[in-house]
């Protein structure tokens, strides 16, 4: 799990190996993972804010329904 969050918060990192990583610790569904993908969510990239509400909507946060709906507005 450490090794996918250290993923999501590399500055440099390509999106595509973001949104990997965030899908992983969606689908692993730790409180750590939890912690990662809401930082996600602050992520400039569209498609990464994306891939880290849908991945929080799996683990049934309904919280980041509304994050989703902006992302797919924007």
């Known amino acids: ?3 996918l969050i250290t993923i999501t918060r590399l500055p440099n990192e390509a999106n595509s190996v973001m949104r990997k990583a965030i899908e992983a610790l969606g689908k692993i569904g730790t409180s ?9 969510l602050q992520h400039d ?3 990464v ?3 880290a509400a849908l991945a929080l909507l799996k683990m049934g946060n309904s ?5 989703l709906v902006m992302a797919l507005l924007e």
Do not use: I, N, T
């Open 32 to 40: 750590k993972a939890e912690e990662a993908l809401r930082v996600a």
């Open 63 to 67: 919280q980041a329904e509304g994050v």
């Open 45 to 47: 990239d569209k498609s």
């Open 49 to 51: 804010k994306r891939q």
């Open 1 to 3: 799990v450490q090794a």
